[in-house]
């Protein structure tokens, strides 16, 4: 039995690029880096980034082009496909790639919702939009009637 998969979170490096095959179906590419940080032997935080090709086909190539841009997180699922070719000088080139086989959006954050921090106040000075909104909880759980809830 053989496995070829791959999960990646990541943000994009650069913004989606949206293209049709001549049979019609939507392929889209883009990049994503992956962060590792760790503690060397001597005690120093360390860190690394991995970039990596990823290629979107059909329907979701098309709402990674919507909804997708520089700077995004996402969670990909995949697996890893590397295909080889001759260059202009005749040299075997290879570039590796994932094929994106499922892709979850993260959140969405841009200028305008950065908290904007007065220096005295500590009053907002721009209006927060765009930021997910959570679902009000009861303050006290305890009040419920858990013989109401179904499980």
Not at 39 to 56: L, R
């Amino acid at each position: 039995m053989n496995l070829n998969k791959v999960l990646l979170i990541g943000n994009l490096t650069r913004d989606v690029n949206l293209r049709t095959t001549p049979s019609g179906q939507s392929v889209a590419d883009f990049g994503l880096a992956t962060n590792r940080v760790w503690v060397d032997s001597s005690g120093q935080k360390q860190q690394e980034a991995e970039f990596h090709n990823i290629v979107v086909w059909g329907k979701m190539a098309e709402l990674c082009s919507q909804y997708l841009a520089k700077g995004r997180m996402v969670f990909i699922e995949g697996r890893i496909r590397t295909h080889s070719w001759q260059d202009a000088n005749n040299q075997k080139r290879f570039k590796t790639e994932i094929i994106a086989e499922n892709i979850q959006f993260g959140p969405r954050f841009t200028s305008q919702t950065e908290l904007k921090v007065g220096t005295e106040t500590g009053e907002v000075e721009e209006p927060l939009q765009d930021l997910p909104v959570l679902e009000e909880t009861k303050e006290n759980p305890e009040d419920e009637n858990l013989e109401e809830i179904p499980f």
